[in-house]
């Protein structure tokens, strides 16, 4: 596997909680990515990132931010968890426009 | 808009049956299309991209840009490649809901 970390890797909070992600790579990557995964919906991209300090938006950022301010990690904040965010979350990266390698993903229940 | 259909949410074949997975994508750009795979309680892996024409596992998928499709098959299904498969268009990917493929011995 890329050397790719994602922590923690199952949590359970609380609505209304801030709650953050993290992944963590060891490629010096470019590219790294968030999606979540849902039954019936696949993955979709929440945020993605081309460099350090440089972010977009994906398919569903509404509720989620970002940060990234090294090489090597990519945060992903919940400000006021809510149900409709829990998810399993998968972080990817990529070294250019190119192949994907995933992360072992989190698992987030919101109650 | 870029989007990525997959028709069936579960396709069960015997072992040794042929496998099709369909996939389906609308872009108006030339697409880059791939293949991922999630066997059970592993991580999301890449399988196949169209542009190296590769056979992985048994498995070959062609891009046919006429009817906007990049199917996936297997001549003969094995009990090993039950799991999730996801079809992927573009950079950042875009999704489709996947296929649950289930082999049956």
């Known amino acids: 596997d890329a050397g790719i970390t994602q922590s923690p890797r199952h949590k359970v909070t609380e609505t209304g909680t801030p709650v953050t992600l993290r992944c963590h790579q060891t490629e010096n990557h470019r590219y790294m990515y968030w999606y979540r995964q849902d039954p019936g919906h696949g993955l979709r991209l929440i945020h993605y990132?081309?460099?350090?300090?440089?972010?977009d938006k994906g398919e569903v950022s509404d509720g989620y931010s970002v940060s990234r301010s090294k090489t090597e990690d990519f945060l992903l904040t919940l400000e006021s968890a809510t149900s409709s965010q829990t998810s399993v979350y998968f972080c990817?990266?990529?070294?250019?426009?190119?192949?994907?390698?995933f992360g072992p993903g989190t698992r987030l229940t919101v109650t | 808009a870029q989007r990525v259909t997959q028709p069936e949410k579960l396709l069960s074949v015997f072992k040794g049956a042929p496998v099709e997975l369909k996939c389906n994508y609308s872009?108006?750009?030339?697409?880059?299309l791939f293949w991922y795979v999630q066997y059970s309680r592993q991580r999301l892996q890449l399988l196949l991209r169209h542009i190296s024409r590769e056979s992985i596992k048994g498995f070959t998928a062609d891009l046919n840009k006429g009817e906007t499709s990049f199917h996936l098959k297997k001549p003969f299904a094995q009990e090993e490649d039950s799991a999730m498969y996801y079809c992927?268009?573009?950079?950042?990917?875009?999704f489709g809901k996947g296929t649950r493929l289930s082999v049956i011995a």
């Open positions: 872009y108006s750009g030339s697409p880059e």
């Open positions: 990132s081309y460099g350090v300090k440089d972010t």
């Open positions: 992927a268009l573009n950079t950042p990917l875009v």
């Open positions: 990817a990266i990529s070294r250019d426009v190119d192949e994907q390698y």
